[in-house]
Structures are given as C-alpha cells and as structure tokens.
C-alpha cells in the first residue's frame, strides 16, 4: 500500500479491504481500525512496537487500586507482591500480567536491567532471583512474592564496585554497554553455579563437585547473553579473572595530558 497522508482517503486493495473486515476493533487501545491501517502504513514496524510499549508501560505503571483514568488498559487480577529488591523491601500492587522487567524499570525507576528483544533470547534483562540467574522479561512479577532480587545497582557496596563490574572494566568488556548489566548479573550467577558444581554442556567431569571454569566453559555458561557489539573476548577475560583471582594485564590506560593536547592540535577538537 503507498503511503498516503493521514487525512486523505485511503485507497484499499481487495486483500487489504479483506484484512480491515476482519480485524478486531482496536477500540481499547484508543484507534479504530481504519486510523491503525492508516498510520501503520505510514508509520510501518516502528508504530506497531510503539504500541507495544505503550501498553507495557501503562500496566506497569497503572495506579490499580484507583482505577486508570488516563492508562488505555484496564488492571485485571490486581495482585499485591511483597518481596526484597537490593536488600530494600517492596510493596507493589500489579496487574498479575506485569512481568519483573517492566515492574523495576516502569513502576520502580530502576532501569539499570534492560529491555532487549523482550522474550527470552537475548539476556539483556538478566538478573538474579534468590542469587540465581533469571530473564527478567519472563518473570511474572506477581510470583517473586518473599523472593529477594537482585538487579545491577544492587551488586556495588557503597563505591566499591562488585569483583566483576571492575573486571568488566579493567578488559573492557562492552563497547555500547546495552547488554553489559544483564552480562554481570549472569557472570556473577555463573560464579555461584560453579562454586556449587553446576555442571554444563561442555563439563568434563561431571563428578568433580566444585567446578574450575574454563574459557569454553565461561563461553557456554554465557551463551544466553547476547552482545551485539560483539565484545565476547573481554567478556570472557573479566569472567575468568573474577573466578580464577589470576590477574591478567589491563590492555587499555587512560591517554595521559599530554597525548590529549596532542590529539587536539592534531584534530583541531577542542573537547577531545
Ligand atoms: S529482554 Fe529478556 S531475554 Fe531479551
Ligand atoms: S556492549 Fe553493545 S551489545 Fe554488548
């Protein structure tokens, strides 16, 4: 269909007149279907995930008990969870469709956990329930109730980074960072699980109890977390320095004064 003005009629192919017949009315989410063929035309995908992320963001953000004046949705089998987030207790009232991820980063603020693609495939949302690893995006918040949580803004005591958020550092181990704090909170969990002999798919000894962790091992026990920045050597390097205590040469410095002036004259940037 070529993309038409908003206000201009809309000329429909016999298919796309088929498709408008059958839809459902888009009432609740506050379009008709004639304005979402429309706008979707004009908008395509991104308007469709729009959508998407208005809707999560009004559930989890929904003032229940009170009704949503303003939120497009409805609350629906309001549920009360009361469970421990970074050793601080937390009373939430929530519609029991909300899942963890969007609880802490719509209702709590807490955005440090991070919305990747949103179905289990990618990590980014990672965190730790009772210090094991989770997928936040497929928690539903209302069965964390007595469960201690433990998201990336919970791993620092005071300014003393967390063992593995300095690792993570000293390899530089992301480049966008986007997928670096569900990378911590799962290298962390995949600490404890070898502590407690977890073994994995690329274990030798399954018997051995404790397990000494690899670089093969690190890069299974990791697989679930996708960078798209490709940063997995320094990934790996940081895991295993944290687990080993070995510690490998940094491979980066901060430039020095110097090298910065020189930068400067050379490029003509002054904030360089
Ligand atoms: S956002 Fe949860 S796995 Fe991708
Ligand atoms: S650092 Fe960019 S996705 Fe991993």
Not at 256 to 271: F, I
Request: aromatic share 2%; with cysteine; charged share 20%.
């Amino acid at each position: 269909m070529p993309h038409t003005p908003p206000n201009e009629p809309v000329e429909l192919n016999e298919d796309e007149a088929a498709l408008l017949k059958e839809m459902p009315t888009l009432d609740g989410i506050g379009q008709s279907r004639r304005e979402f063929m429309v706008t979707s035309a004009v908008g395509g995908i991104g308007l469709f995930a729009a959508n998407l992320l208005a809707q999560e963001s009004a559930l989890a953000h929904m003032p229940l008990a009170a009704g949503a004046a303003t939120a497009p949705i409805r609350a629906q089998n309001v549920v009360k969870v009361s469970l421990t987030i970074n050793g601080k207790p937390q009373s939430l009232e929530l519609d029991s469709r909300v899942v963890l991820l969007d609880a802490l980063r719509e209702r709590l603020g807490m955005t440090g956990t991070k919305k990747g693609c949103d179905q289990g495939q990618c990590g980014a949302c990672t965190v730790l329930i009772d210090g094991e690893r989770a997928l936040a995006c497929l928690t539903l918040a209302a069965t964390l109730e007595g469960r201690k949580v433990t998201t990336i803004e919970g791993l620092a005591e005071d300014d003393q980074l967390h063992p593995m958020q300095a690792a993570f550092i000293k390899h530089d181990a992301f480049q966008c960072g986007y997928c670096t704090p569900g990378q911590i909170c799962s290298a962390v969990g995949v600490l404890s699980e070898a502590r407690r002999g977890h073994v994995s798919h690329v274990t030798a000894d399954v018997g051995a109890g404790t397990t000494s962790l690899s670089n093969d091992e690190i890069r299974e026990r990791m697989s679930g977390n996708i960078c798209r920045c490709g940063a997995y050597p320094g990934i790996v390097a940081a895991v295993q320095e944290a687990h080993s205590g070995r510690q490998s040469a940094q491979t980066w410095q901060f430039a020095t004064e110097t090298q910065l002036a020189a930068v400067r004259k050379e490029t003509g940037h002054e904030t360089v």
